[in-house]
C-alpha cells in the first residue's frame, strides 16, 4: 500500500502545523498528532455521491476507532475497506509524528520599503509562483488572534502594523523554499534563507512599542511555532513562553521536533490537567479545520 506522511502549516496566519497521511483513495489528518480525523476520497465515492469525501470517522492510538455514520452511500464496502487501510496505515506510522514539512511553495507578503519577505500568508504543496494574489493582507485573526492581549496592542493594532508597513500597494512573492533554506522566485532569483522570518512574521522592528507587540505576539504563538524547524537559541526562548499557555502547550506538544526543557514541559502538562479538571475552567474545543487534498 502506497503510504504518504507529510506536514503542511495551518495559515493565514500561522496557527499550527496539520498532520497528514494519504493512501490512494484515503487520507487522515490531525492537528495535535493524537486525534486523526479519517476520509474516504475515491474516484469511485465521488461518482456515486457527489460528494468530494466522506467522512469515515476518528481514530486515536488510545480510544482506537470511532466511526461516523453514513447514510445513503451506495459504496459502503468501498468506504469500509478504504478506511480499515487507512487505520491499519495510521498503526504503524501514527508515533512518527511530526511528519516531515512538504509546503515548500510559500507565498510572502512583502515589505513595502525594502521588499523583503514580510510575513507569510500561503503555503502549499505545489508551486503557484505564476498565480497572482489579489489585494495581499496579513490577519492576525481566527484561532491565531483569540485570546492574544498585550499592553503594546491588541490584534487590530498589529494587523494595521502590518498593512503600513506593507506599503499603500502592498504585494506577494511566491518562493520554493530550497532544503538550505533559500527561495527561489519565480524569476529563478535565489533569496538568501536569513532574509526569510523564521517566526513567519518579521520579529526585529525599530520602534519599540511595535517591537513589544510583535514579540508579544510572537510569544503568544509559542505552541504553535515550536512545531517549527528552528535553532536552538529561538527554540528555548519559545518553550519558556509556551509554559504561560500550558492548555494549548499540552494540547499540541507531541508536535514539537525537539524539546530542551523536558522538565518544563512536564510541568506545564500538570499544569494544563489541573486546569482542565477545575470545574470553573472552560475547555476551549478545537476549532475544525476541513482537510485540503491538493
Known amino acids: 500500500m502506497d503510504i504518504n506522511c507529510y506536514s503542511r502549516r495551518l495559515l493565514s496566519p500561522f496557527h499550527g502545523v496539520q498532520q497528514v497521511l494519504s493512501i490512494p483513495g484515503g487520507i487522515a489528518e490531525s492537528l495535535d498528532g493524537h486525534d486523526w ?38 459504496s459502503f464496502e468501498l468506504i469500509e475497506t478504504v478506511g480499515e487501510q487507512l487505520i491499519q496505515a495510521l498503526e504503524c506510522h501514527a508515533q512518527d509524528v511530526p511528519f516531515p514539512a512538504a ?13 523583503q519577505p514580510l510575513a507569510l500568508l500561503n503555503s502549499t504543496l505545489r508551486d503557484h ?47 520554493k523554499r530550497e532544503k538550505s533554506g ?13 532574509t526569510f522570518p523564521p517566526l513567519l ?22 505552541p504553535w511555532l515550536l512545531q517549527l524547524e528552528l535553532d536552538k537559541a529561538l527554540r528555548k526562548k519559545l518553550e519558556k513562553a509556551a ?3 500550558p492548555q494549548e502547550t499540552s494540547r499540541v506538544y507531541r508536535l514539537f521536533p525537539v524539546v530542551f526543557d523536558n522538565k518544563g514541559l512536564t ?10 479538571e477545575t470545574p470553573s475552567t472552560k475547555r476551549i474545543s478545537e476549532p475544525f479545520y476541513p482537510f485540503v487534498n491538493e
Open 103 to 115: 509546503d515548500r511553495f510559500e507565498c510572502w507578503l512583502l515589505d513595502g520599503e525594502n521588499r
Open 267 to 276: 510541568v506545564t502538562r500538570v499544569k494544563a490537567r489541573i486546569l482542565q
Open 182 to 194: 533559500c527561495g527561489i522566485d519565480a524569476d529563478g532569483m535565489c533569496i538568501p534563507a536569513e
Open 37 to 74: 480525523k479519517l476520509y474516504v476520497a475515491d474516484e469511485r465515492i465521488i461518482s456515486h455521491t457527489g460528494l468530494s469525501e466522506v467522512r469515515y470517522g476518528d481514530w486515536n492510538p488510545q480510544n482506537g476507532r470511532q466511526r461516523s455514520r453514513i447514510r445513503g452511500a451506495s
Open 243 to 245: 509554559w504561560k499557555r
Open 129 to 175: 509562483s505564476l498565480s497572482e494574489v489579489d489585494t495581499p493582507a496579513w490577519h492576525p485573526g481566527g484561532a491565531s488572534g483569540r485570546g492574544f492581549h498585550s499592553e503594546a496592542g491588541e490584534t487590530s493594532d498589529l494587523a494595521a502594523l502590518i498593512r503600513q508597513t506593507a506599503g499603500k500597494a502592498p504585494s506577494a512573492c511566491w518562493f
Open 201 to 222: 512574521l518579521q520579529s526585529a522592528w525599530s520602534i519599540p512599542e511595535h517591537q513589544r507587540m510583535v514579540s508579544d505576539y510572537l510569544d503568544w504563538q509559542a
